[in-house]
């Protein structure tokens, strides 16, 4: 490819020269090669497209939900089932846990969760009666054998719940005078890990 200033010299020389026609062609003609102008330069490649470096948001709580407290769950016994614990209870009161299950039909933590709540209301009444009457409460029999019962267990130190529970069925003590006794001699009640798993234990104040 000739550059543009030596072919526009030819093409004035050339019609200077005054030519013939059929001679002017064929001139033209030999030099076409050189006239031909530049080829199309292919298109550029097609780039990919750019990938963004920002990160995607993340959408954050707001500050009153991360201040909000969560809620706890609280598993709680159908009320049916309190129910028949309870009337077991009260028609029963000297069953063990274990007769307490069979008889309302509904597991061992609903028959404790019934027993403590009927010993509380005990424990209210007593303490009721006691104001009215400005009077000491005697406590029954079976009361002051559990508590004689717990003594013994607790005597040597803490001890697993389930175990004086089960310790109490053997010795054929209620479940009720259990929980009774219990809260007459203020045992105080915390958590041990016992094999890699928190275990309810009871212990004597002091």
Known sequence: MLPASDLTEI????????????????????????LRTTETPPPPALEPPHKSSRRPRVRRASKRARDAPRRRYHRVAPSEARDRAIAAIKANPNANPTQIVKLAKVSRSTAANAARELASEARKAARRAARETSAPVTPRVPRERAQRFLREQLARGAKPASAVEDAAEKAHVGLTALEQARGDLGVVVSRANTGGVQAVQWSLPG
């Open 11 to 34: 093409l004035a020389n050339l019609a200077a020269l005054n030519l013939q026609p059929s001679t002017a062609t064929a001139v033209l003609g030999a030099l076409a090669p050189l």
